[in-house]
């Protein structure tokens, strides 16, 4: 049983950083692609931040592209999104993502190819 768990989410002013993690289990970082993804209030879900082949391959939305970095850590089986430069349009609930084990679907992450989802945590910057 595959379980994503978000946590890191809170409140903080416009310029400011908050540092998201998503802990692992039943499911082993690196073995297929993983992402964050947001979604505003009144708007759809949509992706950050995705990341492959074990860490080598990353893709940023524009939007965060220069403020936001994705890494993991696979012995302690972890994903982070370290987020700097905070903007009020950066409100969201945010998510965790994975692909089953051995897909690659590089590129900004789209929802449609994910398999397995985070209850998310939210982010509110202001």
């Known amino acids: 049983h595959v379980q994503l768990v978000e946590s890191g989410g809170g409140s903080v002013r416009s310029g400011g950083s908050l540092r998201l993690s998503c802990a692992a289990s039943?499911?082993?970082?690196?073995?297929?692609?993983m992402g964050w993804f947001r979604q505003a209030p009144g708007k759809e879900r949509e992706g950050v931040v995705g990341i492959c082949l074990g860490g080598r391959s990353t893709t940023y939305a524009d939007s965060v592209e220069g403020r936001f970095t994705v890494s993991q850590d696979s012995a302690k089986n972890m994903m982070y999104l370290q987020m700097n430069s905070l903007r009020s349009d950066d409100t969201a609930m945010y998510y965790c993502?994975?692909?089953?084990?051995?897909?690659?679907?590089?590129?900004?992450?789209?929802?449609?190819?994910?398999?397995?989802w985070g209850q998310g945590t939210q982010v509110t910057v202001s």
């Open positions: 039943g499911y082993t970082i690196g073995t297929g692609c």
């Open positions: 993502a994975a692909q089953r084990p051995g897909y690659h679907t590089t590129g900004v992450p789209v929802e449609a190819v994910f398999h397995y």
